[in-house]
Every structure is written in structure tokens, then in C-alpha cells.
């Protein structure tokens, strides 16, 4: 089906439509990485791999995540292609809809902020932040995979 | 100076099984041909994105009055429409779509559906909806309501084996579409029945 999947993020559990987002990165991901020319940096993964956060910091982690994609990637990523920005719109519409869900868990406090996940996404703010916004925006979206593998 | 031509009215969705089609009314001019543009505004372009809005390049300067817009309605958050016409390099004003659309609202149709009895096994085929729809079967021997039975299928395949039903037997089976994306159901399809091979007697 159009892949709707349950994700445990800690005590939170949200329904997602991962396939329809993967259909749409997939779409554009080629093009997007091509736009990026900084080869030795990474904005989620350096210089730990999002794999290695706790799981008791998962909720925490991805919540601060999503937020990120939405305030501060998505609408620096426009782009000359009407189709690569339709795509981008979809992607940025759907992360929209999963923040606002997982942000009422985060609200119920079941989404515990522990140390780790502090520091981790203080971390990937600073990889952001060393790059100017644009070049940045591109990054992260060409490594929306990185953190779709790590969700599911 | 030539007027504009006016902007197009009576803008509206037809969403029926998460296809989603924008109609207008057409513009019309004697003697010309008038050409019309679409462009859509998500949640996140209105909240985040300085309300911009993206144009639908399937539908930018065509002659029809509908636009496939299913592709570009790709979540579940509150999307803004509207529609210009053009004749020649003059442009219309935006018609914009009144209020939201939201896929959530899309009406659900039950799935069509067909029961085989192949032998002694009860058989249904369902109609491809597309990759968002799964179906839930309910079935039953007849008169044995109470022990209705359920079988959920989340990827249509060619034909689903319900059950093996006693010989003579008539079963009945019904079956209803579900949207995960959107978390809602269509209503239940007409019930169906079939009748098992082989007579009832061989139970007595």
C-alpha cells in the first residue's frame, strides 16, 4: 500500500507515509546531490552516525529533526526545476503533517530530551551552521535518505 | 487599451478514491482561445514558505478546464488552489479556490468485487484502487452470521483465498476499502454469495 507505516519513536508510536515520501526524495535525490559540491562534510552523520543515538533518545532526536527540516532546510532548497520543487513540496507537506503528529506525543511529555540527544542535535546545528544556508539547505536535503533509513 | 480576460469561476475538486481533479468554469471569448495555468500552495508553503506558490506544469497554458492535481496532493495537510486564464499575452486575475482541500475529505467507494466458489474454496477477486488502498473481506456461511469471519489485505494480488467451505455449503462475503494515509474506510460493497460444490446430504 502506499506504505503507511507505525513508527516507534520511545513511548510515541506515529503512522507515517514513508513511501510516499521516499517516492518523492527518490524522484529528486539524484538532482539534489549533484547541487551539493562539499564532499567532506556530512550534517546528520558527522561525526557520529545517527545510529548510534540511544534509543530512549529516539523520540527526542527526531522530534528536534523534524522541526529542523521544516524551519530551517525546506524553504531554502527552492530551485529553478518546477518539477524538483513540486517534489521538495511534497516532502516538506508530509514532514509537516508527521511534526505536527509526533509533536502532540512530545507535548503529552512522552518524548524525554536526555543528554545525548542534546548534544547530538546541538552537533548537527553546528555542522549546519559552518556551511551558508543555501549550500546547507542542499546538504540536508540530499541526506533526507540517511535519516528516512534511520526512522524506519 | 484590450481588457484582461476575466479570472476563471466556480473553481472546485472532484476527489473520488484519493484522485484528486480541479475544474473550473471556462472563459469565454468569441473567436479566441483561452488558455489557463494551475498552481498549488501546501500547508508548509503558506506557514513556512513565504505563502508561495508552485505551479503544475501538466497544467500550465491548457485548453481543458480540469487538472490532474493527485500527484502534487501528497499529504495529509490543508492545500490552497487557484487558476488563471490567458489570451494571448493578456493574463487574467487568480481565481482561487474557496476554502481548503484537504485529501482527507476524498470520498471513499467500496471496492469492486468478485466471489468464485473453486470447488470447494471461496475465492474473491478486488479491484486495483492504487498503492494508497487496502480492503477489509468479511465472510460467513450463510445463516451463521455470528461466526463472520475477517481477512485484511493490504496488496492486491491477483485473487485471495478466503476459505475452504463444506460441501454444498453457501457462503457470503462483503468487503470495504481503507485508507491508512488518511485513516478512514468506504462503506461495505453489496454481499455476495456462492455456493460449495458437492451437496449438503454428505453432512447429514
Known amino acids: 500500500t502506499a506504505g503507511n507505516k507505525i513508527l516507534h519513536f520511545g513511548a510515541c508510536r506515529v503512522s507515517m507515509s514513508m513511501a510516499e515520501i521516499r517516492a518523492g526524495f527518490t524522484a529528486i535525490k539524484a538532482n539534489i546531490q549533484a547541487r551539493d559540491s562539499i564532499r567532506t562534510l556530512s ?8 545510529h548510534k543515538v540511544n534509543s ?22 527552492r530551485t529553478e526545476d518546477s518539477y524538483v520543487n513540486r ?15 509526533l509533536g ?12 545525548e540527544s542534546t548534544e547530538k542535535f546541538k552537533q548537527i546545528l553546528a555542522n549546519y551552521e559552518e556551511l551558508n544556508v543555501t549550500s546547507a539547505a542542499m546538504k540536508s536535503l540530499g541526506e533526507l535518505d540517511i535519516l528516512l533509513d534511520w526512522m524506519e | 487599451e484590450e481588457a484582461l480576460p476575466p479570472a476563471p469561476q466556480n473553481i472546485s475538486i472532484l476527489s473520488t478514491n484519493m484522485k484528486h481533479i480541479l475544474t473550473w468554469s471556462p472563459v469565454i471569448i468569441q473567436g479566441e482561445t483561452v488558455r489557463y495555468s494551475v498552481e498549488f500552495q501546501g500547508e508548509y508553503e503558506r506557514v513556512y514558505a513565504n505563502e508561495s506558490w508552485i505551479p503544475i506544469s501538466e497544467c500550465s497554458l491548457i485548453t481543458a478546464t480540469l487538472c490532474n492535481i493527485t500527484e502534487d496532493i501528497s499529504a495529509t ?12 499575452a493578456r493574463r487574467s486575475e487568480w481565481g482561487t479556490l474557496k476554502g481548503f482541500f484537504n485529501r482527507n475529505t476524498t470520498s471513499l467507494t467500496p ?28 465472510y460467513w456461511k450463510k445463516g451463521q452470521e455470528r461466526r463472520m469471519q475477517q481477512k485484511v489485505v493490504k496488496e492486491v494480488s491477483s485473487v485471495v483465498h478466503l476459505d475452504t467451505m463444506e460441501a454444498g455449503a453457501e457462503y457470503c462475503v462483503k468487503a470495504q476499502s481503507y485508507v491508512e494515509a488518511i485513516n478512514r474506510s468506504s462503506s461495505f460493497s453489496q454481499t455476495q454469495c ?9 453432512w447429514l
Do not use: W
Open chain 1, 43 to 50: 550534517i546528520l552523520s558527522y561525526p557520529h552516525s545517527l
Open chain 2, 77 to 88: 495537510v490543508a492545500y490552497n488552489l487557484r487558476v488563471r486564464a490567458d489570451l494571448g
Open chain 2, 194 to 202: 456462492v455456493r460449495a460444490q458437492g451437496d449438503t446430504s454428505m
Open chain 1, 87 to 101: 517534489k521538495i513540496s511534497s516532502i516538506a507537506n508530509s514532514f509537516l503533517s508527521m511534526k505536527r503528529k
Open chain 2, 111 to 138: 471496492p469492486v468485487m468478485k466471489v468464485i466458489a473453486d470447488g470447494y474454496h471461496l475465492l474473491v477477486e478486488l479491484e486495483d484502487m492504487g498503492p494508497a488502498f487496502q480492503f477489509r473481506v468479511l
Open chain 1, 56 to 77: 530512549s533518545d529516539r523520540c527526542c532526536i527526531t522530534h528536534h529533526l523534524f522541526n529542523f527540516y521544516v524551519d530551517k532546510v525546506f524553504k531554502h532548497c
Open chain 1, 104 to 115: 502532540q506525543c512530545h507535548e503529552q511529555n512522552q518524548c524525554v530530551c536526555g543528554q
